[in-house]
């Protein structure tokens, strides 16, 4: 009697280690503070999903003596789809009622997403994946369109490789072990270390793709091809590792050694996580990508998930599979698809902004109602149809019916077509939108007219004339013309200081601001400024928003701005990041240390007036840039 269907055993510790991995990517989801390598979860996922997808190509192939291409497919459409279709269409009716401006920038996600191409969406698009200030409810489909891409590819591969035969299976794994390796180096050699900022200021961040400039960092953190390592690797151990193999092996009775190594491996996947930067942050020189993660670090998260793959699946594992087949880990974990798909909508519809941080209740709230959604989904609409329930239902509903059936079957046609309006309202609504920017976007698009870039040799530095007496404002000037006669107030600032540009001007200040400045750039501009004698009565500095600075870059721009009468910094107010605090004890030491500084304390006038900020707590409304700009001025003491 064949006993082969035993290959395909169900293996609990795995959906342990599922349960474990989106776990780690949820905690980092709603506060990057609380794991800050939370996000490397993904990356243990794909080594599960290379492992068992392989494997299970593999016990086909044994069993049946092929791989039946249609029917894997169909098994992974009816696994993946149905999840993935609630997500957005609860996405779409939910935008379509309550925030109906989001419409038009949802559009090519929604339609992205479908086509499971939502990664090179966004890398084609060019807006980042790690940008915090705004409105994404889809972005974390990214790490689907990888796995879906390698769901279409990898039963071709392992059709091919099946029929290769069992002798040449080991070499097929040090193939693709060599593969990841591969991924690996080409990872680390195509990275750029440094500032990232705009194509213009660093080229050597963007790459070209097709023609196209794309972010070096985005492509090679979200493109498939770079992060195919963990799926490759996973491969190769599902060649080399098969638990029916394993049974008849000598390996097989060594389930206390194989317990070490995967206790080994979970240490340190933990240690990563808690000691991993996230993978861009803003320091003193700008924001910059985490080096260690993109040269090596990926590859020793792959390696450490195989070491804890390979004890889960030992037949004689003890600690290690009983540990993560516990029944709560088990009941996670085989939701871990959907969870992973609800959380981070309902996470966005609450807070609204990527990057800002949740609080411990909030969590915990937010948390209750995406498993709830979870669970609905799982029991009302992945099981069913994984079961077969929509080619029951087509059947059944094909057949005659007579009499009371009849009345049955109209009541049924009328429900599913009430509850079909709100999903044809949601798709309708986002067909027709129309693309809109979000109030912060908008506010400092608007503003772009009312900055100049002094380190742009061909910027014009703008005039208003106020009644009959001109004042730096809206009239361009080629700056070359002007040289040694000063600017009475140059503010120099990031997109803090940028969306609140023409009530600053209307007082007489030149601003030059720039989304996510760092601060080292205000010692640029100080310096060129120094050098053509255009430094005047006071320059004010609101940086620090997106990066950290240093006592030494703060030392530095005071050389330059020494004899200036004024020296104002603004301190921060950026309540989700710890480097609010540490800048801002910076900045407001310096008085102490130059006698022409001054602070401008923002951080307690927003703290005190939340109805001055926009929903991301850190950009400023328009009745608060009024006060922000009257403030400002009176600290300077011109009212």
């Known amino acids: 009697m064949n006993k082969r269907p035993e290959l395909l055993t169900y293996i609990p510790s795995l959906d342990g280690i599922r349960a474990l991995s989106v776990i780690a990517v949820i905690i980092y989801h709603a506060n990057k503070l609380w794991l800050p390598g939370g996000f490397l979860g993904v990356e243990v996922f794909f080594v599960i999903s290379g492992y068992l997808i392989t494997l299970l190509l593999l016990a086909e192939n044994e069993r049946n003596g092929s791989v039946n291409l249609t029917q894997f497919w169909m098994r992974r459409a009816r696994r993946l789809l149905p999840a993935l279709w609630a997500v957005l269409i609860g996405v779409v009716v939910f935008a379509s009622l309550f925030q109906r401006e989001m419409l038009g920038t949802l559009r090519g996600d929604v339609i992205a997403a479908v086509l499971y191409g939502f990664n090179w969406f966004q890398i084609w698009g060019g807006t980042s994946y790690f940008t915090s200030f705004e409105f994404v409810p889809l972005r974390h489909l990214w790490s689907l369109a990888v796995e879906e891409q390698f769901y279409l590819v990898w039963p071709l591969v392992m059709l091919i490789v099946t029929k290769l035969g069992k002798r040449k299976l080991p070499g097929v794994g040090l193939l693709f072990f060599g593969l990841s390796v591969a991924v690996a180096i080409y990872m680390a050699v195509t990275y750029r270390s440094g500032t990232i900022s705009t194509i213009d200021q660093t080229p050597q961040q963007f790459m070209s793709l097709f023609g196209h400039s794309v972010s070096r960092i985005d492509f090679l953190f979200l493109g498939t091809l770079s992060r195919s390592g963990g799926l490759l690797l996973g491969a190769a151990l599902a060649i080399w590792w098969r638990p029916w193999l394993i049974k008849r092996s000598q390996a097989g009775s060594q389930g206390s050694i194989f317990d070490i190594i995967g206790l080994g491996g979970i240490i340190a996947i933990v240690v990563m996580m808690f000691k991993f930067h996230t993978v861009v942050e803003g320091t003193d020189a700008g924001t910059v990508g985490y080096d260690f993660l993109f040269r090596g670090g990926f590859f020793a998260v792959n390696l450490a998930s195989v070491a804890v793959i390979a004890a889960a699946v030992h037949p004689s594992s003890q600690f290690i599979s009983r540990t993560l087949g516990n029944p709560v880990f088990v009941w996670l974990g085989r939701r871990s698809y959907g969870f992973y798909l609800f959380h981070w909508p309902v996470f966005q519809f609450y807070r609204r902004f990527a990057g800002k941080g949740l609080t411990a209740y909030e969590f915990g709230a937010l948390v209750i109602i995406a498993l709830g959604l979870t669970e609905l989904s799982f029991r009302f609409i992945e099981t069913p149809v994984r079961h077969g329930a929509i080619s029951q239902w087509w059947r059944s509903f094909r057949m005659p019916v007579y009499g009371i059936d009849i009345a049955k079957r109209q009541r049924t046609i009328l429900l599913s077509a009430v509850f079909a309006l709100l999903p044809v309202f949601g798709v309708v609504s986002l067909a027709t939108a129309t693309v809109q920017l979000d109030e912060i976007a908008q506010n400092l698009t608007d503003n772009q007219q009312n900055v100049v870039n002094l380190l742009n040799s061909s910027t014009t530095v703008p005039q208003m004339v106020i009644s009959g007496t001109t004042i730096l404002g809206q009239t361009p000037v080629a700056p070359g013309s002007l040289d040694g006669q000063p600017i009475d ?149 011109r009212l």
Do not use: C
């Open 489 to 637: 107030i140059l503010a120099i600032g990031d997109s803090v200081m940028l969306g609140a540009a023409n009530v600053l001007t209307q007082r007489g200040v030149t601003v030059d601001a720039l989304k996510s400045r760092p601060f080292r750039q205000a010692l640029e501009i100080a310096n060129y400024m120094k050098s053509i004698n255009r430094l005047g009565s006071v320059v004010i500095i609101h940086l620090g928003t997106n990066n950290t600075v240093d006592e030494l870059t703060l030392n530095e721009i005071m050389v330059p701005l020494k004899d200036v009468p004024l020296v104002l910094f603004v301190n921060v107010h950026v309540p989700e990041e710890a480097r609010q605090n540490s800048n801002n004890l910076l900045l407001n030491a310096m008085p102490a240390r130059f006698e022409n500084v001054k602070v401008f304390d923002w951080n307690a006038v927003a703290n005190a007036h939340p109805e001055y900020l926009y929903e991301d707590k850190t950009h400023i409304r328009f009745e608060g840039q009024k006060v922000y700009a009257d403030l400002m001025m009176q600290a300077i003491g």
